[in-house]
């Protein structure tokens, strides 16, 4: 038998259903999520409410799956011929060895761009502050009037007049008809709300109308209608849309409803509410007049009480003056004891205070004598001290020692001499005797 050398041994040999699976990992772990943009065909729906369909282009198409879930969050039908933008994941189906796309999302082509220009209008009207909830007006309870502005066709209106009618019939109802979507609407419903806040015929506007894809709300996107609005002195709710629709104006609006009739509900009372609160208010208003009647009552049997007949209220004030005289006898009589004993008190006291006129003469001629043998006495003890004070004199008085041959020298200047040095040789002297006095003048001294 021939010998196969190990160079020339086949490769391993792999089945297909393994070959399949590499090639579903090489794919989903290689390719991304990404978006791809293409035509609808072949588009069918399973009885699982799976949807299979063709996404192609000129040069090529590719298999795609979207399940039920997935398909259950559009707001829209996918038909053949549209032309549209998906979210898929790349994929590989082993069974029959074909390569497939799971789409995620998808769009209509284009919308990619109205959603940049949405974010980017939304971003630059935000940044000037048009959606400030300090500039928001708020929604009237009870208005005079509602401005509606719509299209005349719309089924939104047919819902808002509806519900208008049903809450608050009495309200009226003024329609500024204009064009929903497509060219030039922007602008027709920009001077629609502009007319309604110039005329001023209403206390509050509806701008609405009914759900539809983003290219159909687009007018409510626009910057005209979002000035409009926000230019508007009339407190305006905005219910375009279903409740996932977003618009501009949503924003831009004092008030946003989810629906339409949300709109209108909203802007409006609801007399059956209106009714019932009026009925709970009557009620507590008899309750509040029964209980005041029943405070009343009370006061009265208290004040019928406290009534009495004027004959006996003069009884009564005839008794207490009585009392009250009999009261003033008796206070004016032990008033006037008190006094008659004060008076005799005092009476006592000044008779206890009357001088004793003859004890005082007797006392006053006791004082004479007593002065006049004072005075004797005083007078001879000073006549006393003069004899004696008239013997010192006496003995003092220089004349006394003249007397005894003495005398006085003087200078010439009237000085007493007492010692020889005061004069001098040839010096006039006076000298005084006891009687008599004569000058002299000085020989010698020693």
């Known amino acids: 038998m021939q010998q196969i050398s190990d160079s020339e041994k086949p490769a391993r040999v792999i089945s297909v259903t393994e070959l399949n699976r590499l090639a579903k990992e090489l794919i989903e772990q290689t390719l991304p999520l990404m978006w791809v943009a293409g035509e609808i065909s072949n588009f069918t729906r399973a009885a699982s409410g799976h949807c299979y369909f063709s996404l192609k282009d000129a040069q090529a198409q590719v298999r795609c799956v979207m399940f039920r879930h997935k398909l259950q969050l559009q707001d829209w039908k996918p038909e053949n011929g549209m032309q549209v933008e998906v979210r898929a994941c790349p994929s590989f189906y ?24 949405f974010e980017q209008l939304k971003a630059k009207l935000q940044a000037e502050g048009l959606f400030d909830a300090a500039a928001k007006q708020p929604i009237p309870r009870f208005p005079r009037a509602i401005a509606v502005v719509t299209s005349l066709q719309a089924a939104a209106l047919l819902d808002v007049l509806t519900t208008l009618r ?25 001077a629609a709300i502009a007319a309604a806040d110039a005329r001023a015929e209403c206390e509050v506007l509806i701008v609405c109308r009914g759900g539809g894809s983003i290219e159909d709300l687009w007018a409510f996107n626009e910057e005209v209608v979002a000035r409009a609005l926000h230019a508007c002195r009339l407190p305006v709710v905005s219910g375009v ?11 831009v609006a004092d008030a946003r409803a989810p629906t339409p009739t949300a709109a209108a509900q909203m802007a409006s009372p609801n007399r059956d509410d209106l009714r019932q609160e009026l ?25 019928g009480r406290r009534l009495t007949h004027p004959g006996e209220r003069i009884a009564n004030q005839l008794s207490h003056l009585a009392h009250l005289a009999s009261r003033l006898r008796g206070v004016w ?14 009476y006592q006291q000044l008779l206890a205070l009357r001088p004793d006129f003859a004890a005082l003469a007797t006392r006053q001629q006791a004082l004479a004598q007593r002065l006049a043998s004072a005075a004797a006495h005083r007078v001879d003890t000073l ?64």
């Open 333 to 346: 009589a032990r008033s006037a004891d008190g006094s008659a004993w004060r008076l005799r008190e005092l």
């Open 383 to 446: 006549r006393s001290d003069v004899r004696s004070f008239t013997a010192q004199l006496a003995q003092l008085n220089p004349r006394a020692v003249l007397e005894r041959g003495y005398s006085i020298v003087e200078t010439g200047t009237g000085a007493i001499v007492r010692d020889s040095t005061q004069i001098s040789p040839d010096d006039e002297v006076r000298l005084t005797f006891a009687r008599g006095w004569a000058k002299a003048k000085v020989r010698e001294k020693g």
């Open 279 to 303: 009925g709970h208010l009557a009620q507590r208003l008899v309750r509040v007049a029964e209980r005041a009647l029943e405070r009343r009552m009370q006061q009265l049997d208290v004040l």
């Open 166 to 190: 049903r809450r608050m019939a009495s309200i009226p109802v003024i329609i500024y008809p204009t064009a929903v979507q497509g060219e030039g609407a922007a602008r027709q419903i920009a």
């Open 241 to 251: 849309g279903h409740e996932t629709d977003f618009t501009i104006a949503d924003f």
């Open 94 to 117: 082993e069974a029959r060895g074909e390569f497939q796309l799971n789409v995620e999302v998808m769009r209509r082509s284009g919308l990619g761009a109205l959603y940049a220009a």
